[in-house]
């Protein structure tokens, strides 16, 4: 049989791993003939976007470029398919698809919105009775899927958020005056990347001196307090914060964020809470302060990539194909963790239908009662996921990439 790969969502450092580890899989069994990538996701296969991938990453150097590659080789998009009906034409089209590349099993790699579509897919197959397999591959820097202990590309977000921070803290430190830094960290509705930062105590470091998640009510005034209170022992207050703090502003358009909607119905765009309290701590405090937005290098920088993290995408996505081979679908395959220290882990499957959808918060009680710190009791779930270093290939001085 045949067998197509998409990718889909936000990109991150770890999804073509994802992408090599079906590959090598798929090319490894004499079942599955030929190889398809679909561009852009969904939207780019009903557009028969399709390219062939029979021999691009059967070199090793071939496939540790593609490892080392971040954001999505094959492009992404933010399509969401309608709800599953018989009649539907957009099911019609793509199981014509389907039929026409005689696609034994179709892999979707992304996170929450793509576990709804290869769901959705997984669904209408059995309505028809179609014999085609469909299995999710998860990724997200978030962290935030159900079902899986933690998600690819998040170890490696969280090991360059924490490298990044230090310098920051470092930066932040060299002048004896009273100063903040407020450094703004993606998350829209799950503080799991902003939390992150606690591995940095393991260092020695006591800042960031302050984190806000999501999980916690946010009040401005309680805010100003807290850093009026570290400014007691500390002239260079670091603080992090989720991109997705609500701040209880009376007029909400103080906050600067603009409330553009993607194709899920998800604020595209949601930064700005870090410069809405960089004005807040200038009016109040009237000290030095600073807002950072880490934006999208947290989830692209490959150069800080977790080996931990690629090995695992690389693993999640041969799992994959041996489930499709023994005739699962309609399942994400998930990792379940068995120990800490040392840390071991396992490859499980999860049914789509308890993961789309749905959203896994940080568990409030890593958070302290104030809200405004992580506690120690975290920091053994972070510590093995950043762990390791990839040797990245480079031409005249600079990280070499693939391209398709």
């Given at each position: 049989?045949?067998?197509?790969?998409?990718?889909?969502?936000?990109p991150?450092?770890?999804?073509?791993?994802?992408?090599l580890?079906?590959?090598?899989e798929?090319?490894?069994?004499k079942q599955?003939?030929?190889?398809?990538?679909a561009?852009?996701?969904?939207?780019?296969?009903?557009?028969?976007?399709?390219?062939?991938l029979?021999?691009?990453?059967?070199?090793?150097?071939?496939?540790?470029?593609?490892?080392q590659?971040p954001?999505t080789?094959?492009?992404?998009c933010r399509?969401?398919?309608p709800?599953?009906?018989?009649d539907?034409?957009?099911?019609?089209?793509?199981?014509d698809?389907?039929?026409?590349?005689?696609?034994?099993?179709f892999?979707?790699?992304g996170?929450n919105?793509?576990m709804?579509?290869?769901?959705?897919?997984?669904?209408?197959?059995?309505m028809?009775?179609?014999?085609?397999?469909?299995?999710?591959?998860?990724?997200?820097?978030?962290?935030?899927?159900?079902?899986?202990?933690?998600?690819p590309?998040?170890?490696?977000?969280?090991?360059?958020?924490a490298?990044t921070?230090q310098?920051?803290?470092?930066?932040?430190?060299?002048y004896?005056?009273?100063s903040?830094?407020?450094?703004?960290i993606?998350?829209?509705?799950?503080?799991?990347?902003t939390a992150?930062?606690?591995?940095?105590?393991k260092n020695?470091?006591?800042?960031?001196?302050?984190?806000y998640?999501?999980?916690?009510?946010?009040?401005?005034?309680?805010?100003?307090?807290?850093?009026?209170e570290?400014?007691?022992?500390?002239?260079?207050v670091?603080?992090?914060?989720?991109?997705?703090i609500?701040?209880d502003?009376?007029d909400?358009?103080d906050?600067g964020?603009?409330?553009?909607?993607?194709?899920?119905?998800?604020?595209?765009?949601?930064a700005g809470a870090?410069k809405?309290?960089?004005r807040?701590?200038?009016?109040?405090?009237g000290?030095?302060?600073?807002?950072?937005?880490?934006n999208?290098?947290q989830r692209?920088?490959?150069?800080?990539a977790?080996?931990?993290?690629?090995?695992e995408a690389?693993?999640?996505?041969?799992?994959?194909?041996?489930?499709?081979?023994s005739?699962?679908?309609g399942?994400?395959?998930s990792?379940k963790?068995?120990?800490?220290e040392p840390?071991q882990?396992?490859?499980?499957?999860?049914?789509?239908?308890?993961?789309?959808?749905?959203?896994?918060?940080?568990?409030e009680e890593?958070?302290?009662?104030?809200?405004?710190?992580?506690?120690?009791?975290?920091?053994?779930?972070?510590?093995p996921?950043?762990q390791g270093d990839?040797?990245?290939?480079?031409?005249?001085?600079?990280?070499?990439?693939?391209?398709?």
């Amino acid at each position: 049989m045949n067998i197509v790969a998409a990718q889909s969502g936000g990109p991150t450092a770890a999804i073509n791993a994802s992408l090599l580890g079906v590959y090598r899989e798929a090319r490894e069994n004499k079942q599955i003939e030929r190889i398809f990538g679909a561009r852009n996701g969904i939207e780019g296969f009903l557009q028969e976007k399709l390219v062939e991938l029979n021999g691009l990453f059967d070199t090793e150097e071939q496939a540790q470029l593609l490892r080392q590659t971040p954001s999505t080789v094959l492009g992404s998009c933010r399509y969401k398919l309608p709800p599953v009906c018989p009649d539907e034409k957009t099911y019609v089209r793509i199981f014509d698809l389907l039929d026409k590349y005689q696609i034994g099993a179709f892999f979707y790699i992304g996170g929450n919105d793509s576990m709804d579509t290869i769901d959705k897919l997984a669904q209408y197959g059995s309505m028809i009775g179609s014999p085609i397999r469909f299995i999710g591959i998860p990724k997200t820097i978030d962290n935030d899927l159900m079902h899986t202990d933690h998600t690819p590309g998040f170890g490696s977000a969280a090991k360059y958020v924490a490298t990044t921070v230090q310098e920051i803290i470092r930066d932040s430190s060299v002048y004896a005056l009273n100063s903040v830094t407020i450094i703004e960290i993606m998350g829209r509705n799950a503080g799991w990347l902003t939390a992150s930062v606690c591995v940095l105590r393991k260092n020695g470091e006591v800042a960031p001196h302050l984190v806000y998640l999501p999980e916690k009510p946010f009040r401005v005034s309680d805010f100003i307090r807290d850093v009026k209170e570290v400014q007691k022992q500390h002239k260079a207050v670091i603080v992090a914060v989720s991109e997705g703090i609500l701040l209880d502003f009376e007029d909400h358009a103080d906050d600067g964020r603009h409330q553009v909607l993607d194709g899920f119905g998800h604020v595209g765009q949601l930064a700005g809470a870090g410069k809405a309290l960089e004005r807040v701590v200038r009016r109040e405090l009237g000290c030095k302060v600073r807002a950072i937005e880490l934006n999208v290098m947290q989830r692209c920088s490959s150069h800080l990539a977790s080996m931990t993290d690629l090995r695992e995408a690389e693993t999640i996505g041969r799992e994959g194909i041996k489930a499709a081979l023994s005739g699962v679908t309609g399942v994400m395959m998930s990792i379940k963790r068995l120990a800490d220290e040392p840390y071991q882990i396992e490859i499980v499957q999860t049914r789509l239908h308890g993961v789309a959808g749905l959203e896994k918060h940080f568990p409030e009680e890593w958070i302290t009662a104030e809200g405004n710190q992580i506690r120690d009791e975290a920091i053994p779930y972070f510590s093995p996921l950043i762990q390791g270093d990839l040797y990245v290939l480079k031409k005249n001085g600079i990280p070499m990439q693939y391209s398709l």
